[in-house]
């Protein structure tokens, strides 16, 4: 069953990337994509509303997951720049992280266990039992993680709500970071670049997607490892 899944997820993604470029062909966006200029005046004409977007979507994206967050902030990056584009990500991700805290503390274990998992919650009840702001920080850290997920087990433990977000903040940045700073030099590409890189980047969703499993317990592993030899 979960086979058949990898296949749709992956039938998805190669189905969003091949829309995707019909529409920057078909409605000549990726003649905005290389004219700065214009591309700063639509933004000029957007106002604030195009900030709050971004924002918005960094927090679905942490609540629900709709599309990776590093679509978000690639797309972050190439409109706003590295900083801003960094800056509006983060604040999405901490409303969307405290959120996700507030509703597990307030709905109680029973509903995150259906949310969750039985399965990742008890492992991350052993990671918070023996040390739970350094598992969390790592979990955020590392990538593989189901850290979205770990923000509703988070609310379960005794840590404080401004804690939670600190610590989402401190490990989510440099990911958030290095999408945006991509997504910013992404308009110095050319046609033939763009293609390229965004092959390598769909080729490695699926090979992540496809290991997802082996990756993910390899990380936990380094998170487990990492807490033990903290707690001696």
Same mark, same amino acid.
């Given at each position: 069953?979960?086979?058949?899944?990898?296949? *749709?997820?992956?039938g998805?993604?190669l189905?969003?990337v091949?829309?995707?470029?019909l529409?920057l062909?078909r409605h000549g $966006?990726?003649?905005l994509?290389?004219?700065?200029?214009?591309? +700063?005046a639509?933004? #000029?004409?957007?106002?604030?509303?195009?900030?709050?977007?971004i924002?918005?979507?960094?927090?679905?994206q %942490?609540?629900?997951?709709?599309?990776p967050?590093?679509?978000?902030? !690639?797309?972050?990056g &190439?409109?706003?720049?590295?900083?801003w584009? %960094?800056?509006?990500?983060v /604040?999405?991700?901490?409303v969307? %992280? /405290? !959120?996700a %805290?507030?509703? =597990? @503390?307030?709905?109680? @274990?029973?509903l995150?266990? @259906?949310?969750?998992? #039985?399965e990742?919650?008890? @492992?991350?009840?052993? $990671?918070? +039992?023996?040390?739970?702001?350094?598992? $969390?920080?790592?979990?955020?850290?590392?990538?593989?993680?189901?850290?979205? /997920?770990?923000?509703?087990?988070?609310?379960? #433990?005794?840590?404080?709500l401004? /804690?939670?977000?600190f610590l989402?903040v401190?490990?989510? #940045?440099?990911g958030?970071?290095?999408?945006?700073v991509?997504? =910013?030099?992404?308009?110095n590409?050319?046609?033939?670049?763009?293609?390229?890189?965004?092959?390598v980047?769909?080729?490695?969703?699926?090979?992540? !997607? &496809?290991?997802?499993q082996?990756?993910?317990?390899w990380m936990?592993?380094? *998170?487990?490892?990492?807490?033990?030899? +903290?707690?001696r």
């Amino acid at each position: 069953m979960k086979g058949r899944w990898h296949w *749709v997820a992956a039938g998805l993604l190669l189905m969003a990337v091949i829309v995707g470029g019909l529409m920057l062909w078909r409605h000549g $966006l990726y003649d905005l994509w290389l004219d700065r200029a214009r591309l +700063e005046a639509l933004l #000029t004409r957007i106002g604030h509303k195009g900030p709050l977007l971004i924002i918005a979507l960094q927090l679905a994206q %942490t609540l629900v997951a709709p599309i990776p967050g590093q679509i978000v902030g !690639l797309a972050a990056g &190439f409109l706003y720049g590295p900083w801003w584009g %960094t800056l509006y990500c983060v /604040l999405g991700s901490l409303v969307g %992280t /405290l !959120l996700a %805290t507030w509703l =597990a @503390r307030t709905l109680g @274990r029973p509903l995150v266990e @259906r949310w969750v998992g #039985t399965e990742l919650l008890a @492992r991350f009840d052993g $990671l918070a +039992e023996r040390r739970g702001a350094l598992a $969390l920080f790592l979990i955020f850290l590392l990538p593989f993680l189901p850290d979205d /997920l770990i923000c509703l087990a988070a609310g379960l #433990t005794s840590l404080p709500l401004s /804690l939670v977000g600190f610590l989402a903040v401190l490990g989510r #940045t440099p990911g958030i970071a290095v999408s945006a700073v991509i997504g =910013a030099q992404s308009a110095n590409l050319t046609l033939g670049q763009m293609l390229i890189v965004g092959g390598v980047g769909v080729i490695l969703a699926l090979l992540v !997607l &496809f290991n997802q499993q082996p990756l993910q317990a390899w990380m936990f592993h380094l *998170v487990e490892r990492s807490s033990s030899d +903290e707690s001696r």
